[in-house]
T-cell receptor, first 115, second 114 residues
């Protein structure tokens, strides 16, 4: 069975500082990996994905994520945090082939950026 | 349409009543997913539709929950005899079969059972 772990319920960072939101996964074979952001009372918005190719993936709003196959991780990063980045962030995984086409989401990490 | 549309956006119902939640996916998206998000929780998978194949119902929590989708169009999630623990945000997502563009979510239906 596939699974996603987001070990931190909450991440606090000062505006202007770099941020990292951690994600590790378990899946049979190669993964498709995704990051989504959820603002209050809104649905999930797509940030970025890893399908194949470069391990460093660049996405919306200056976010990027690094796929590390040996560590089964896909941490979300941003060089300089903004107060407006404060939101709930979800990591998701599904197998690239075979298995279930249904993405499994982590529990979410609340990012709080302090002015 | 341009995005995934869900209706109603909010629904308050009395315990024991039936409710229907609607999802209108992006045109051409063959896959449709329903998730449940309880307050402060992650996303709980409910059901998955892919084209005309039999749906994957493995996430439905009880036989009070059912969903339909005709072809690649609108889906309806029905909850019968609602209970207070059904209170949650119900999210719908759609994707193309290749999923290269990820999953597009609707804004959700917030269901409150009183």
């Amino acid at each position: 069975a596939q699974s996603v772990a987001q070990p931190e319920d909450q991440v606090n960072v000062a505006e202007g500082n770099p941020l990292t939101v951690k994600c590790t996964y378990s899946v049979s074979g190669n993964p498709y990996l995704f990051w989504y952001v959820q603002y209050p009372n809104r649905g999930l918005q797509f940030l970025l994905k890893y399908i194949t190719g470069d391990n460093l993936v660049k996405g919306s709003y200056g976010f990027e994520a690094e796929f590390n196959k040996s560590q089964t991780s896909f941490h979300l990063k941003k060089p300089s945090a903004l107060v407006s980045d404060s939101a709930l962030y979800f990591c998701a995984v599904r197998p690239a082939s075979g298995g279930s086409y249904i993405p499994t989401f982590g529990r979410g990490t609340s990012l709080i950026v302090h002015p | 349409g341009a995005g995934v549309s869900q209706s109603p956006s909010n629904k308050v119902t009395e315990k024991g009543k039936d409710v229907e939640l609607r999802c209108d996916p992006i045109s051409g998206h063959t896959a449709l997913y329903w998730y449940r998000q309880r307050l402060g929780q992650g996303l709980e998978f409910l059901i998955y539709f892919q084209g005309n194949s039999a749906p994957d119902k493995s996430g439905l929590p009880s036989d009070r929950f059912s969903a339909e989708r005709t072809g690649e169009s609108v889906s309806t999630l029905t909850i019968q005899r609602t209970q207070q623990e059904d209170s949650a945000v119900y999210l719908c997502a759609s994707s193309s079969f290749r999923v290269d563009y990820g999953y597009t979510f609707g804004s959700g239906t917030r269901l409150t059972v009183v």
